[in-house]
């Protein structure tokens, strides 16, 4: 299976801190994405790294690729209340996405 | 505009009705998704659309039967279905149904099977 797994699965911090999710993946993909869903809603394409790239910025969020551990992270800098969702990274093959269990990430005031 | 709208956002049904899901984009994307999540749970694949053609099908009971009836449509039609279907459906879109493309999701259809 492509499929992600994150962890942790769960994670609090306070307002202005650095969250850090994992992602580690099965077997090879083409590239790597994370989504963002808040409660009830859809998912938010966040980025996407390719699988001949390392590392990737885009504002506040910080995405590291090793094809040879199979595992990718997210970091979020300077975490705000507006953050607090679910992030599911999903590791791309052919055709389809496959979503790992997310992280589900809570930012305290 | 890089919106997907499905349209209804809540739906209660009973295990006899027939009703149907409706998801629409209008980017010029030639690939449409149907994803079914369940609470706590990752969004799980069930339909892949290319170019109005249908490409995936991971196994889906018949009870869910998709539609395509254009480029910008998409239907999901539902028919006896069980309570262990209740879930939140997602529709979502991308250029191409290729690794390299971003997918854009609907806010979804919260369905209650009673």
């Known amino acids: 299976s492509q499929q992600g797994e994150e962890d942790p699965q769960a994670l609090s911090i306070q307002e202005g801190e650095n969250a850090t999710m994992n992602c580690s993946y099965k077997?090879?993909?083409?590239?790597l994405q994370w989504y963002r869903q808040n409660s009830g809603r859809g998912l938010v394409h966040l980025i996407l790294?390719?699988?001949?790239?390392r590392e990737k910025h885009s504002g506040r969020l910080r995405v590291t690729l090793d094809t040879s551990k199979k595992s990718s992270s997210l970091l979020i800098t300077a975490s705000r209340a507006a953050d607090t969702a679910s992030y599911f990274c999903s590791g791309q093959g052919a055709q389809k996405l496959v979503f790992g269990q997310g992280t589900r990430l809570t930012i305290n005031p | 505009d890089t919106e997907v709208t499905q349209t209804p956002k809540h739906l209660v049904m009973g295990m006899t009705n027939k009703k149907s899901l409706k998801c629409e984009q209008h980017m010029g994307h030639r690939a449409m998704y149907w994803y079914k999540q369940k609470a706590k749970k990752p969004p799980e694949l069930m339909f892949v659309y290319s170019y109005e053609k249908l490409s995936i099908n991971e196994s889906v009971p018949s009870r869910f039967s998709p539609e395509c009836p254009n480029s910008s449509l998409l239907n999901l039609h539902l028919h006896a279905l069980q309570p262990e279907d209740s879930a939140l459906y997602l529709c979502?879109?991308?250029?191409?149904?290729?690794?390299?493309?971003?997918?854009?999701f609907g806010a979804g259809t919260r369905l209650s099977v009673l």
């Open positions: 979502a879109s991308s250029q191409e149904s290729l690794a390299k493309n971003i997918q854009y």
């Open positions: 790294i390719r699988s001949n790239e």
């Open positions: 077997t090879s993909i083409n590239n």
